[in-house]
């Protein structure tokens, strides 16, 4: 099963979530005052290595589209791809093993680069003429496209096999679970919500499967063995075991809206919303449990392996390495050994790093498992060990985070029994 790693960024703060400290927040300054910011979306392939892009506006006329990678969890970013002049913009980067995907604008031409290093891009498709809103490749030589105006295209060995428009609907995203068979989110002509489901097969074409026009429909999954997953708003989450013909409800235990989900194997997923809402299943969405995490909400939930998994909210990413138990901010470098003895019952000492300036002062954030700031302390990097006394706090898991004015920053986890 393809797996795509992809998180859509945000410009605009969310509501109430600047009083959660423990995130990485993804920050881009314009090269001046006349230039703004637009950001397409971002991916992680690896618990290492990342990719975001964005388009930037120069006043009078002129735009940039940017491609950037990390390949240490954040800790830093550099240009891998992109265009400055007129006319470019950024859309999307794209993960579908091997290959990382970026999807751009070029003077009015849709273009399409694909990299399996990282870097040196190379031109997939170049199309005049059209614009894009979502892309899915089953491999290098067989993708397919939803455009703009709800328009549907498919590529296959470098040629354009099948180019659609309709009439009764507009396509807005779409998933392959195999080489032949797609599922897309789309919306009546008139209409602002996704309330359709739409399936295609090449024998069938494209037809309307589901349709409610309560709901609207966010993000699409399917596990191996071709049973599907829906999430839309209200806490819903539809699911098929007849790859897509039929679809029925399933308890979620929430009413807030949900805007992905993730299945890393055929009986364990994820779904992320708004809210502060990440849920569990592992009885192939029968029963779904609220996980503990920070309050945000979030954009996107994808999971590389069955311990490996990202949750985005805006621009602040959150990982966890546990398979959901726990998340920690990306960017931070994890150091375990800087707190001893851990676990215990509340008595640590933390032992700073060697400080490059002996002036440096570090400010000391300690964060409970659900995100809340329990202790924000200042402290000289000449103080050496630190006593930490947590004794009155409950027992758990606590994160701590370092951070000198020099923005060097490391983080690490604490248990009390």
């Not at 400290?21 to 920050?27: G, M, P, R």
């Not at 609220?290 to 998994?309: E, H, K, M, V, W």
């Amino acid at each position: 099963m393809n797996k795509t790693i992809s998180f859509l960024l945000v410009f605009a703060p969310l509501l109430g979530f600047s009083q959660w400290n423990f995130h990485h927040y993804i920050e881009i300054i314009p090269v001046n005052w006349n230039c703004t910011i637009d950001f397409g979306n971002s991916v992680f392939v690896s618990a290492d290595t990342g990719y975001y892009c964005y388009s930037e506006y120069c006043s009078p006329s002129s735009t940039s589209s940017h491609l950037r990678r990390t390949i240490n969890a954040c800790g830093s970013w550099q240009n891998v791809a992109g265009e400055s002049g007129m006319g470019y913009s950024a859309y999307a980067v794209k993960y579908f093993p091997p290959n990382v995907y970026f999807i751009h604008n070029q003077q009015g031409c849709l273009t399409i680069q694909y990299t399996t290093t990282g870097s040196n891009f190379q031109t997939l498709l170049f199309w005049g003429g059209h614009w894009y809103q979502d892309f899915y490749a089953n491999s290098l030589n067989d993708y397919k496209l939803v455009l703009s105006d709800g328009d549907f295209a498919h590529y296959l060995n470098s040629e354009l096999v099948l180019h659609q428009s309709f009439t009764d609907f507009k396509l807005v995203k779409l998933h392959f679970p195999s080489d032949t068979v797609g599922f897309f989110i789309a919306k009546l002509p008139s209409a602002q919500i996704n309330s359709l489901i739409v399936k295609y097969t090449p024998s069938t074409g494209f037809n309307i499967v589901y349709q409610n026009s309560l709901l609207s429909f966010t993000c699409f999954d399917f596990t191996s063995d071709n049973i599907g997953f829906v999430t839309a708003t209200g806490g819903t989450i539809l699911r098929t075991d007849d790859m897509g013909d039929t679809w029925y409800f399933l308890n979620s235990g929430i009413i807030t809206h949900l805007n992905s989900i993730d299945f890393v194997d055929d009986s364990t997923g994820y779904a992320a919303g708004i809210a502060g809402k990440i849920l569990k299943t592992e009885d192939k969405g029968i029963t779904w449990v609220q996980q503990t995490c920070p309050n945000a909400s979030y954009d996107n939930i994808a999971f590389i392996d069955d311990n490996l998994g990202f949750a985005h909210a805006g621009r602040s990413i959150y990982k966890t390495t546990n398979g959901g138990v726990t998340w920690i901010p990306t960017g931070l470098k994890e150091e375990q050994s800087i707190i001893t003895p851990n676990p215990n019952n509340g008595i640590f000492t933390i032992r700073l790093p060697e400080p490059v300036n002996y002036q440096d002062t570090y400010d000391l954030h300690i964060f409970d498992c659900r995100g809340k700031c329990v202790l924000v302390h200042s402290i000289g990097s000449h103080h050496g060990d630190i006593p930490l006394n947590l004794s009155q706090n409950p027992a758990g898991v606590y994160y701590v985070e370092i951070r000198n004015k020099a923005n060097y920053s490391f983080a690490t986890r604490l248990v009390k029994w």
